[in-house]
């Protein structure tokens, strides 16, 4: 038994390590590397203002930390301005957040490595219900981003 708990400390130090990691050297990606939506950032055609309500989205932006200026990174509570190059830093930053929780949810994978796989499923699955939260809220803010921009060039 003290094996077991000596390899769960050891994988929660793994995937908690990965995590801080990645969140610590996210703001100094290049920013060509959040120019567009790739995959997994491609919103899906089921990403509607409707389903993002039915989730409850809103309510989970107002009870979730906002860590993204921990590291030298931009917060992404509010739109930093309505201008055109304000809203498209927004997005890359938006981008950058989801790609670190993206990242964090594949961490466990490492895991599989190591330790019987029935404990790197459940280590797999209970962080990436830990990060999904994290995920619709930042893939909401970019769907309402991207449609404020298009509002905007379609005004001009």
């Known amino acids: 038994m003290s ?5 769960i400390t050891i994988d929660i ?6 995590s801080i990691g990645v969140g610590a050297i996210a703001p100094r990606w290049p920013s060509r590397w959040l120019s567009r939506d790739r995959v997994p950032l491609a919103l899906m055609g089921w990403e509607t203002p ?4 039915r989730i409850g989205v809103s309510r989970l932006a107002r009870i979730l930390p906002e860590l993204g200026a ?19 830093l927004y997005l890359r930053e938006l981008r950058r957040a989801e790609w670190v929780h ?6 466990p994978l490492v895991l599989f490595l190591f330790n019987p796989w ?11 219900l830990g990060n999904l939260p994290f995920i619709l809220v930042l893939r909401n803010n970019r769907r309402r981003t991207r449609a404020i921009i298009a509002r905007n060039e379609n005004r001009t």
Not at 13 to 18: E, R, S, T
Not at 102 to 107: D, F, Y
Not at 118 to 128: E, K, P, Y
Request: glycine share 10%; no cysteine.
């Open 3 to 7: 094996g077991l708990v000596a390899l």
């Open 13 to 18: 130090l793994v995937v908690a390590g990965v």
């Open 50 to 53: 409707a389903a993002y309500r």
């Open 70 to 88: 921990a590291f030298g990174g931009q917060s992404k509570s509010a739109l930093p301005g309505l201008s055109a190059a304000d809203l498209e």
């Open 102 to 107: 993206w990242v964090s949810t594949a961490s």
């Open 118 to 128: 029935w404990l790197a499923l459940v280590f797999l699955v209970v962080v990436a």
